[in-house]
């Protein structure tokens, strides 16, 4: 069914139902592109921007589809001035500087320009029967519109001529439904329509001026993608939106077209439509959008094909969809490696005939990823403790969608760390790679040498990667039960079989959060140190006590020899070879070291002799001779069944000690710091249940010393629960309430 419905409106200079007033918004008399040597103003839209239209004065850009702050700019060719369009939604003419606005049913078709009066077309008596009319496209100075009518929705082509709306219907075969409309070119239109519940329909050209079909093919899984026309093909991308099935189909056209032919275009993990133009006998194609993409596709770059030839080649390595200009060819939004982003001009070269890009005006951004500030990881030697345990990196990049990583790798265990940012979030172009000093694994990182790798990757696959490297030192102040120099305290297992392992206490601790977090999926770290250790019958971490930095033991063999095995502090070998301190220690029945009780910034060593007498071993700090005589420090402490030093853990003056009586009561003996203690304070009960107490120092990270008690027993089966009670400072209450931080094999006894 066609019909006419014509009906009367006048034309006005200015619009006061929402449309654009034109003087105000025309852009300059169109003017030549600037000479090479001519400064030519930068892109002033934002570089999200989605090109409309263009005509031979301007063009009309529009960013945030889809949402509420959807803005509309134009843009004038001559000096590069945008101005944005008041709020509402606006349509392009393909080729031409008209802008068309609309207020409820009245659209004005505003050339900006400023060569012609606006012109407004009043649909609302085009309405029957409560049915509305809604804008599609424009085709030239016509509104492309579908009437809402169920089951049917029929096209019209409704235009202003000599004064009068005409409605023309366009001459879809009764029974079709148009299911997408396309524009081929300037004035140009072509509409997909086929059978209700079908997905094999028609394609076919629609002559703007009558309505009428004037060219037809048939096919198949159409989507809202490309169709384009040569002189001798008409060309569609079939499944646009299939990463594996989407085809280019080319037709050829005339009395005798023959066979179709086709080209995969496959995008595996890729789901944007691909947008189809043609330039004579050549068809552009891509997936817009290339240059803000989060991975990266065979079709980001713009590329050209000879529909004669098959030749083809890429014009631009990301593109937006790329739009007809006045002159016959066509403008794009988008950027290549070597002269970046911007708005770029396709037409066909002159000596060859084939695609050319030129770069129409630049946005001033480039195209590859590029470093627009950085904070690189240290050189020489960085000291983890005075950095407030964090080593700060990170970048500020030329765009959002990168995918970032500090890898580092400690030299002399191979040990290594990846800090990533690997998900972009669209307008974020910082990533922070601050490290947190701890591997993969929750393992708090060893001190030594590290080298180190940052890396940029583009997630769109568009350009070259950007990377540093490096290498620093990584240091930290020692602590009286670290063995393996990572800053952290440990504790020693000794198995039945005289195996001695070594396990980090902050890493047991973190594989058991408290209520709430998410438990680590790594398991825990056992650093084995060697065999043959059940020729002793005590083994005692004092710290250090033989001179070096890091953290030594001594050991008691069963004829009383005491030896000296002084710290590395390394992963690979903990413990230098054995040195023996001298024999006759076989006359104690504890021996408890790793706190400074004198004052004099070495640690030293307590021992009970079985009738109770307390015996102090001031350190020298000398490997050879690491203490000085004994020195009677009191009497009656036989009443204990262990004793611990625990550092200063309560304000005073030297490093305290802890006594556990045969009741299981726990008594702080508060150091004075000249070797000696004030009286004993009862801390609490219910200690009989630890099989050891052991003073490791500071675990938490607050700077105060923390003790640990092992129980084997209470329903952990097979393992040592480790309960962790954190120092305070405080000598009333010395010790924070326990916390349950892990479990360690029950076999042997823990140091």
């Known amino acids: 069914m066609n019909r006419t419905l014509a009906t009367t409106v006048a034309l006005v200079l ?228 299939s990463s594996a099935g989407r085809t280019l189909v080319l037709a050829g056209r005339g009395a005798d077209p023959g066979p179709h032919q086709t080209l995969p275009l496959a995008s595996p993990g890729d789901p944007t439509g691909t947008v189809l133009r043609s330039l004579g006998d050549w068809l552009l194609y891509t997936n817009p959008g290339g240059g803000t993409a989060d991975s990266p596709s065979a079709l980001h770059p713009l590329t050209a094909r000879s529909a004669k030839t098959g030749e083809s080649f890429p014009l631009l390595d990301h593109a937006g969809a790329p739009v007809p200009d006045a002159d016959g060819g066509l403008l794009v939004l988008g950027g290549t490696l070597d002269r970046g982003e911007g708005l770029y001009r396709i037409a066909p070269d002159a000596a060859t005939g084939k695609p050319t890009a030129t770069l129409v005006r630049t946005s001033g951004q480039p195209t590859a990823l590029t470093v627009v500030k950085e904070t690189l990881p240290p050189t020489g030697t960085f000291d983890f403790d005075r950095a407030g345990g964090r080593m700060p990196a990170g970048w500020t990049l030329s765009r959002f969608n990168a995918k970032v990583s500090l890898t580092l790798k400690h030299t002399a265990s191979g040990r290594t760390v990846q800090i990533t940012d690997t998900t972009p979030t669209r307008g974020v172009t910082d990533f922070p790679l601050t490290w947190n000093g701890l591997y993969d694994d929750g393992l708090p990182a060893y001190n030594g040498a590290y080298t180190w790798t940052m890396r940029a990757e583009p997630a769109n696959g568009i350009g070259p990667a950007v990377e540093r490297t490096g290498g620093f030192t990584l240091t930290r102040a020692p602590r009286p039960h670290d063995f393996d120099g990572n800053g952290s305290p440990d504790v020693l297992h000794l198995s039945d079989s005289g195996y001695l392992s070594s396990y980090d206490l902050r890493q047991v601790w973190s594989l058991h959060p408290g209520d709430g977090q998410s438990i680590p999926s790594y398991d825990m770290y056992t650093l084995p140190i060697g065999g043959g250790w059940q020729a002793y019958d005590r083994i005692v971490p004092t710290g250090n006590t033989g001179g070096t930095r890091d953290a030594d033991l001594v050991a008691r063999d069963r004829s009383g020899v005491l030896w000296l095995y002084q710290g590395k502090g390394t992963p690979k070998a903990p413990f230098a070879p054995r040195t023996p301190i001298g024999g006759g220690w076989q006359v104690y029945d504890k021996l408890t070291g790793g706190s400074d009780l004198t004052g004099d910034g070495r640690n030293d060593l307590l021992a009970t002799d079985r009738s109770g007498v307390l015996w102090l071993y001031p350190g020298t700090g000398n490997a050879t001779a690491p203490f000085k005589p004994r020195v009677k420090a009191g009497t009656g402490w036989g009443v204990y069944n262990q004793l611990t030093a625990v550092g200063n853990i309560a304000g005073g003056a030297g490093g305290d000690l802890v006594a556990r009586d045969r009741d299981g009561v726990l008594w702080l003996y508060l150091g004075k710091g000249d070797g000696t203690f004030t009286a004993r304070t009862r801390v609490g009960g219910g200690w009989q249940h630890f099989e050891e107490i052991i003073g490791v120092g500071d675990v938490d990270g607050d700077g105060l010393g923390d003790v640990v008690g092992t129980d084997k027993y209470a329903d952990y089966g097979t393992k040592f629960a480790l309960r962790l009670y954190r120092g305070t400072a405080q000598r009333t209450e010395p010790f924070a309430p326990g916390q349950y931080v892990g479990s360690l094999w029950a076999d042997g006894r823990l140091y």
């Open 14 to 241: 200015a619009v006061t139902a929402g449309g654009l007033t034109a003087p105000a918004l025309a852009a300059a008399p169109r003017a030549a592109a600037p000479a090479a040597t001519e400064a030519v103003p930068p892109l002033t839209v934002p570089a999200d921007s989605e090109l409309l239209s263009a005509g031979g004065t301007g063009m009309l850009t529009r960013t945030g589809a889809g949402t509420t702050a959807t803005v509309y700019r134009w843009t004038r060719h001559a000096d590069g001035a945008t101005t944005v369009l008041p709020a509402g939604s606006y349509w392009g003419s393909p080729g031409t500087d008209v802008v068309v606005s609309r207020s409820g049913a009245v659209y004005t078709l505003t050339d900006m320009s400023g060569a012609t009066e606006p012109v407004v077309i009043d649909t609302s008596a085009l309405r029957a029967e409560a049915a509305t009319y809604t804008l599609q496209r424009v085709v030239g100075r016509a509104l492309l519109m579908k009437e809402d009518v169920a089951g049917v929705d029929p096209f019209h082509l409704v235009s202003l001529e000599d004064g009068r709306v005409v409605d023309r219907e366009v001459a879809v075969p009764d029974g079709d439904v148009v299911r997408y409309n396309y524009s081929t070119g300037p004035g140009s239109l072509a509409l997909f329509h086929a059978p209700t519940g079908s997905t094999t329909g028609t394609l076919s050209l629609v002559d703007p001026a009558t309505g009428a079909l004037t060219e037809s093919y048939a096919t198949k899984n159409l989507r809202p993608g490309s169709v384009a026309l040569t002189p001798t093909h008409v060309a569609w991308v079939q499944d646009p939106y």
